[in-house]
């Protein structure tokens, strides 16, 4: 499900989202995180963050999931020697394709809310409330404040978008529009705990 060819992005270096660096909110969150179960990474990328959840949560399997070929071969290669990572090359959305049942404690939100057109906003919610039991935490961050609302990737979000959206399965428990992220973005995106109820 995907109006972009994320594939010819990544093999033509067309990736300006890729910073070859986790998301900098990360340096101050985990370890600070308890998690209860498995850690999902959808629309996972290269897999700078993947690698950095896997590092700070040996003791959990932490699972990407991306549709581009090339991103996965790379968040591979990014992860090699860290057990406790896999990557699958999967549509997030068909749950088939690549999640075994498993608990899952927390999904890390980095930049695939935003990537995935509007209208799969909801089915966007409806698979991570299958996925999350109650009690787990989405955590991530969105962009909220573009300058530019109505074009994307990425699309902006607004709070009151997120929290009708969310509401039926999640609680949120925290955001902050003035937390560290990469240059250039600042002022554009929230952080946000949620809870599924
Ligand atoms: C803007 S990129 C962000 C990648 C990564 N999170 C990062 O920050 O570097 C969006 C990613 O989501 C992936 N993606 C888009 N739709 C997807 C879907 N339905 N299932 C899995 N991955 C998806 C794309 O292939 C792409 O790698």
């Excluded at 985990?30 to 896997?54: K, M, S, T």
């Excluded at 049942?101 to 906003?121: D, N, Q, S, Y």
């Excluded at 962009?143 to 978008?161: R, Y």
């Amino acid at each position: 499900m995907s109006e972009v060819d994320w594939e010819s992005r990544y093999v033509a270096a067309d990736t300006p989202w890729d910073k070859g660096l986790p998301h900098p909110i990360l340096a101050h969150w985990l370890g600070q995180i308890e998690v209860d179960g498995a850690i999902v990474v959808p629309g996972c990328g290269r897999g700078w963050d993947l690698r950095a959840w896997a590092e700070a949560y040996p003791d959990h399997k932490v699972i990407g999931i991306d549709l581009a070929p090339s991103a996965v071969a790379s968040a591979r290669e990014n992860c090699l020697g860290l057990a406790n990572v896999s990557v699958k090359e999967a549509d997030f959305f068909s749950l088939e394709q690549w999640y075994d049942g498993e608990k899952v404690g927390l999904l890390w939100e980095h930049t695939c809310f935003c990537a995935i057109p509007p209208t799969l906003r909801d089915a966007y919610v409806e698979t991570v409330a299958k996925l999350l039991p109650s009690g787990a935490h989405l955590v991530g961050v969105f962009f909220t404040d573009l300058e530019d609302p109505h074009t994307g990737p990425p699309w902006n979000t607004t709070m009151a978008e997120i929290e009708r959206r969310f509401a039926p399965h999640f609680v949120i428990e925290a955001f902050d529009g003035k937390h560290q992220t990469f240059p250039g973005r600042e002022g554009e995106e929230r952080t946000l705990v949620m809870r599924r109820v």
